[in-house]
Structure formats: structure tokens, C-alpha cells
């Protein structure tokens, strides 16, 4: 049997029109999911902003310790703890001795803040 570049090229579009969608499925390699900074906001839509004392603020560890009222959604008391964040640029907001409201939740086993503002006096 005689293949012509035609018929080669004609072969490999319709294999192409059928493994493609399929690949793209089954890969997660999909449009539909969103960029990282959309998925932090969906990640804390929904968490209840806690007003917190920033106590020290670790860049190079991209850590922060807060001292926080109660965070319902982690069923957690006022206390002083070291949170991951999830995004280190949320870092640049803040630093130590301000007043600050922040979202948090538990990421991968560790408590880390979602979002964080300085509070205007």
C-alpha cells in the first residue's frame, strides 16, 4: 500500500482529532482551571476574616506569627502561632506590630494564612 503526503497527512489530522481531547482530559492539562491567584481567593471565599497582631514576619521561611482572636473554621482558639503563608508575597503587605485581618485554613496538614491586610487606624 502507497502513501501519498496527502493521505499521510489527512491519516495523522483525523488521529489527531480524536487523541487530542482525550489527552487533554485525561492529563488535567484542560482550560478550565484557574490561575493561582484566582485560586487563593476561592480558597478563602467562604473563611472568616480574624483580627490578629503580627507578631514577626520570616520571608526566607515565608512564615508569620500571629497573635489571633478565635479562627472558627479550624475550631482554634485565641493563642500566638506560626502560620505558613500560602502566597510569600502576602508577606510584603505587613510587618511587625501591626494590626492586620487575615483568612487561614489547613493546607496540606499545616495552618496557613489565605489572605492578610493591614488594618487602618
Known amino acids: 500500500m502507497q502513501f501519498t503526503m496527502k493521505k499521510h497527512t489527512i491519516l495523522l489530522c483525523s488521529l489527531l482529532a480524536v487523541a487530542a481531547p482525550a489527552l487533554a482530559q ?3 492539562h ?14 478563602a471565599a467562604g473563611r472568616p ?5 503580627v507578631r514577626t ?3 526566607s521561611a515565608k512564615k508569620i506569627t500571629l497573635k489571633h482572636g478565635d479562627i472558627p473554621n ?3 482558639g ?11 508575597a ?8 501591626d494590626t492586620v ?8 496538614g499545616a495552618y496557613t494564612v489565605l489572605t492578610i491586610e493591614p488594618v487602618q487606624k
Open 57 to 59: 514576619v520570616d520571608k
Open 26 to 28: 485525561s492529563h488535567g
Open 30 to 43: 484542560g482550560h478550565d482551571s484557574p490561575a493561582p491567584a484566582v485560586q487563593l481567593a476561592q480558597a
Open 90 to 97: 502576602l508577606l510584603d503587605k505587613v510587618k511587625a506590630g
Open 78 to 88: 485565641p493563642m500566638t502561632m506560626v502560620f505558613q503563608v500560602q502566597d510569600p
Open 101 to 108: 485581618r487575615f483568612t487561614a485554613d489547613k493546607v496540606k
Open 49 to 53: 476574616q480574624v483580627e490578629a497582631l
Open 74 to 76: 479550624l475550631d482554634m
